[in-house]
């Protein structure tokens, strides 16, 4: 098992910045990756970042350029930086751990909304 927080949510303008954390607890030593997905109302669940144990990083095309993915070496903790936000950028955005394997799990979201 493997607990994700997330934190760091909010309501910001478009053109502002928003620091979001993940902090994973559990059996750590079976976290492949960590991540970011973003879903909207009646949308999918979409990738947004993704790095993993070994510092390969995904990212969704929207947000190249402008989010940056970062952890600890320990895989306790992930971030995501968003800067240069957007309107289209807001939703529900989850933590996601994979673990070497195909087992995962999700945190419970944190809400970002961006006016214009």
């Known amino acids: 098992q493997v607990q994700l927080v997330e934190s760091g949510g909010g309501l910001v303008q478009a053109g502002g910045s928003l620091r979001l954390s993940c902090v994973a607890s559990?059996?750590?030593?079976?976290?492949?990756?960590l991540g970011w997905y973003r879903q909207e109302p009646g949308k999918q669940r979409e990738l947004v970042a993704l790095t993993t144990r070994g510092d390969t990083t995904t990212y969704a095309d929207s947000v190249k350029g402008r989010f940056t993915i970062s952890r600890e070496n320990d895989m306790s903790t992930v971030y995501l930086q968003m800067n240069s936000l957007k309107p289209e950028d807001s939703g529900v955005y989850y933590c996601?751990?994979?673990?070497?394997?195909?087992?995962?799990?999700w945190g419970q979201g944190t809400q970002v909304t961006v006016s214009s």
């Open positions: 559990g059996r750590m030593f079976s976290v492949y990756g």
């Open positions: 996601y751990a994979i673990m070497f394997g195909t087992e995962h799990y």
